[in-house]
C-alpha cells in the first residue's frame, strides 16, 4: 500500500519529533514497503493545507509505522480525487469506527468516495446507518479493512469493488 506521512506544523519540541515506528504488524514486512515516490507526493501536495510538512521518501517505511508527532496517509483516497480534509461523512465514518486512515483498503476509499459523490450531487441523504445495511466491515488481515456487501444482496455499487476507478 503506497503512503506518505504528513504534519501540519513543526514539532515545537524536539523531543515530540518522533520518527515513525513500525508497530510489527504485519506479517510480511518486506511486501508492506512504502513505494511512495518524492515526485509522486509533489503532485498530491495540493490536497493537503498550506504549510503541511512531508516527510522525504524513505522506502524502509512499512505500512504499519506510528508515531506521536506524524500522520500517515495512505495515497489512494488523493489518488481517485478526495482532498485533505475529508468530506463529513467519510471522516463520520472513520471517527464511529475508530479506523486510522492507513487501515482501509483501497476499496474501501472508493466505495466511500463513490457514496460522497452521490449525497453531493445526487441529493441524496446518505448517512452511517444506510452504508451498515448494505456492507459489512471485513479485516483483510494485518490490521487492515474493506467493505464486503451484504450476503444474498446485489452490489449497492457496481464496480468501485475491482481494482479500476473508472
Same mark, same amino acid.
Given at each position: ?12 519540541? $524536539? ?9 510489527? *504488524?504485519?506479517?510480511?514486512?518486506? *511486501?508492506? #514497503? ?9 503532485? #498530491? ?10 516527510? $522525504? ?13 506524524? /500522520? ?12 485533505? $480534509? ?19 483498503? $483501497?476499496?474501501?476509499?472508493? /466505495? ?15 448517512? #452511517?446507518?444506510? *452504508?451498515?445495511?448494505?456492507?459489512? #466491515? /471485513? ?17 449497492? *455499487?457496481?464496480? /468501485? ?6
Amino acid at each position: 500500500m503506497a503512503k506518505m506521512t504528513t504534519r501540519s506544523s513543526p514539532a515545537k519540541n $524536539p523531543e515530540h519529533n518522533s520518527p515513525p515506528k513500525c508497530q510489527g *504488524l504485519t506479517k510480511n514486512p518486506s *511486501l508492506e #514497503l512504502c513505494r511512495f515516490t518524492d515526485p509522486e507526493i509533489d503532485q #498530491l501536495r495540493h490536497c493537503l493545507p498550506d504549510g503541511t510538512i512531508f516527510r $522525504p521518501f524513505d522506502s524502509s517505511m512499512k505500512s504499519d509505522c506510528e508515531s506521536e508527532s506524524w /500522520v500517515t496517509f495512505p495515497t489512494s483516497p488523493f489518488q481517485i480525487g478526495y482532498d485533505n $480534509p475529508f468530506p463529513a461523512f467519510t471522516q463520520s465514518f472513520f471517527t464511529l469506527i475508530g479506523l486510522c486512515y492507513i487501515q482501509a483498503m $483501497p476499496m474501501m476509499w472508493r /466505495v466511500l468516495f463513490t457514496l460522497e459523490h452521490i449525497i453531493e450531487n445526487e441529493g441524496i441523504n446518505i448517512g #452511517l446507518s444506510e *452504508l451498515s445495511h448494505m456492507y459489512n #466491515l /471485513v479485516s483483510q488481515g494485518s490490521h487492515r479493512f474493506l467493505f464486503k456487501h451484504k450476503p444474498q444482496q446485489p452490489h449497492p *455499487l457496481m464496480k /468501485v469493488t475491482k481494482n479500476d476507478t473508472h
